[in-house]
């Protein structure tokens, strides 16, 4: 994808999460790589629902390139871009439910529907660090390869997938799944979760999507 296609993939993404209640105010940061060494991602205190294709800036393992001041979260981005190669967007927010999840005891089921198995089969927590340091950027990094999302403790949420695209879709599963699991502990309802042997089958042979080449870590 070329620059400009980017950006503006880069903008309605960040449209996307504000009018799907996916983001809120300056809550959050955004990212897509340019190529092997480089990525965009969003400006210092912008809002993401309001975000205009200026307020990127470009980015690479020494810091900013061109454009805007960065988000200081930039250095988490370049964590995982540099630990997995084949992840070309990531998504940071602190949506309500997936929040919740985070900021509890709560572990996240996948096995409740098709989706869930798909884009959450691989949760993993990362213990609280102050936003934009060096210590959650490398507590992050090292938890990269385990999973493709990441619930940061009293913080937020982090998803990365191979294209802005796959991160979207990945996102509002996140959400969508927290919403129902803490719906149902509300109101009692007893969710009838799919087996291990059946949610294994499905990843490994539905078709849906291909099969995930987790990196070894």
Same mark, same amino acid.
């Given at each position: ?51 205009? /294709?200026?307020?990127?800036? $470009?980015?690479?393992?020494? !810091? ?7 988000? %200081? #979260?930039?250095? =988490? ?68 390869? /385990?999973?493709?999302?990441? $619930?940061?403790?009293?913080? !937020? ?7 802005? %695209? #796959?991160?979207? =879709? ?48």
């Amino acid at each position: 994808m070329n620059k400009e296609d980017l950006l503006h993939d880069l903008k309605r993404t960040g449209e996307f999460m504000g009018n799907n209640k996916l983001v809120w105010g300056t809550a959050g940061n955004i990212s897509a790589r340019l190529d092997d060494n480089q990525f965009y991602v969003s400006a210092s205190g912008t809002y993401l629902s309001e975000i205009t /294709e200026e307020e990127f800036s $470009l980015c690479d393992e020494n !810091g900013l390139v061109e454009g805007k001041k960065p988000s %200081k #979260e930039h250095i =988490m981005h370049q964590g995982i871009y540099e630990n997995r190669p084949e992840i070309n967007a990531i998504l940071h927010s602190s949506p309500f439910y997936s929040t919740l999840v985070a900021n509890s005891d709560l572990e996240l089921p996948s096995n409740y529907f098709v989706e869930a198995m798909y884009y959450l089969e691989r949760v993993v927590r990362v213990p609280y660090y102050h936003p934009g340091s060096r210590e959650l950027a490398e507590a992050v990094k090292e938890k990269s390869k /385990e999973g493709n999302i990441l $619930l940061l403790e009293n913080h !937020g949420i982090i998803v990365y997938d191979i294209n802005l %695209k #796959e991160a979207r =879709m990945a996102l509002e599963t996140l959400e969508y799944t927290a919403r129902m699991h803490i719906t149902a502990l509300q109101n009692g309802i007893n969710m009838q979760g799919l087996s291990d042997e059946k949610v294994e089958n499905f990843l490994k042979n539905s078709g849906y999507k291909p099969v995930r080449d987790w990196p070894e870590q």
